[in-house]
Nanobody, 127 residues
Framework: QVQLAQSGGGLVQAGDSLRLSCVAS????????MAWFRQAAGEEREFVAA????????YYPNSVKGRFAVSRDTAKNTVSLQMNSLMPEDTGIYYC????????????????????WGQGTQVTVSS
C-alpha cells in the first residue's frame, strides 16, 4: 500500500517562495509517476507538476512553468515542489499523488489517473 505524507505550505506574500515535500512509502517514487495538484476553493483539482518514475522528465502547465520545479530524492523516497514567484492565484490546497504507469517515461496529468494521494496542505498567497 502506497502512503504519501506531505509537509510544508503556509501563508506567504506575493513574490515569495515556498517548498512542499512529500515522503512516500519505500520504492514508490521510482515505481510511480509522481505529481502535484492543487485545488482552490470551489474549483476542480488542477494539475501543477509531474515527474516520471525514471526521473528523467518533468511536466508543468503554462500557469506555473518557469516558477515551479518538481524534483525527487529516491534515497529519501521524497518528491518536492519548489514554488517561486508565488502569486495570489496559486492559493489552494496542494496534494501530492502517485500513479502506476506502463513504463518509466509515462506521466499522467489527470487527477483521475492517480491512485494514491497525500493528505493535502494549504498554501495561501496574499497580495
Amino acid at each position: 500500500q502506497v502512503q504519501l505524507a506531505q509537509s510544508g505550505g503556509g501563508l506567504v506574500q506575493a513574490g515569495d517562495s515556498l517548498r512542499l515535500s512529500c515522503v512516500a512509502s519505500v520504492d514508490t517514487v521510482n515505481r510511480h509517476a509522481m505529481a502535484w495538484f492543487r485545488q482552490a476553493a470551489g474549483e476542480e483539482r488542477e494539475f501543477v507538476a509531474a515527474i516520471t518514475s525514471s526521473g528523467s522528465s518533468t511536466y508543468y502547465p503554462n500557469s506555473v512553468k518557469g516558477r515551479f520545479a518538481v524534483s525527487r530524492d529516491t534515497a529519501k523516497n521524497t518528491v518536492s515542489l519548489q514554488m517561486n514567484s508565488l502569486m495570489p492565484e496559486d492559493t489552494g490546497i496542494y496534494y501530492c499523488a502517485a500513479a502506476a504507469t506502463p513504463d518509466t517515461n509515462t506521466f499522467r496529468y489527470r487527477a483521475q489517473d492517480y491512485q494514491y494521494w497525500g493528505q493535502g496542505t494549504q498554501v495561501t498567497v496574499s497580495s
